[in-house]
């Protein structure tokens, strides 16, 4: 690994719920440069379900880079919460990408996950949109 501690802020969308989603991330370096950013249209699915789907297409993209650690950024509170087991995670689908995750989460040496303001999180939210409007992403996809 070695890229020491990456930042990686993420976010979901979906217009309705459910609705067509899209998910946005985008990867700082412990510097606050950014390293990459992404998008995906996600077809339909509920808006917990995108914020999911943006954190493991941005944590795969963060491994790639090869970072010892990871600071997440998210404006999901339930996603948030319910990855730091304050929230227990019933809804099967959701459970499914929980786990996605912590097997993602389990390759980084320490990670820390943040729920953030909603106006914090605008570019990630940005690019989660973008996704859903079929915007080109600058970067991996």
């Known amino acids: 690994m070695g890229k020491?501690?990456?930042?990686?802020y993420v976010d979901g969308a979906s217009r309705g719920n459910p609705g067509e989603a899209g998910a946005g991330f985008y990867l700082l370096?412990?510097?606050g440069n950014e390293l990459l950013q992404g998008m995906r249209f996600l077809g339909?699915?509920?808006n917990?379900?995108?914020e999911y789907q943006a954190l493991i297409l941005g944590l795969r993209e963060a491994l790639g880079i090869g970072g010892d650690s990871i600071e997440i950024y998210t404006d999901s509170e339930l996603v948030a919460n319910q990855m730091k087991c304050i929230y227990t995670v019933k809804n099967?689908?959701?459970r499914k990408l929980h786990q996605k995750v912590?097997?993602?989460l389990e390759k980084f040496h320490r990670y820390e996950i943040?729920?953030?303001r909603r106006e914090d999180n605008r570019k990630a939210d940005r690019l989660a949109n973008d996704a859903i409007d079929g915007v080109k992403a600058k970067?991996?996809?």
């Open 4 to 8: 020491g501690i990456l930042k990686l």
């Open 29 to 31: 370096d412990g510097d």
């Open 44 to 46: 339909r699915m509920t």
């Open 48 to 50: 917990n379900a995108a």
């Open 92 to 94: 099967k689908q959701l």
């Open 102 to 104: 912590i097997a993602l």
């Open 114 to 116: 943040t729920a953030i």
């Open 139 to 141: 970067g991996p996809k």
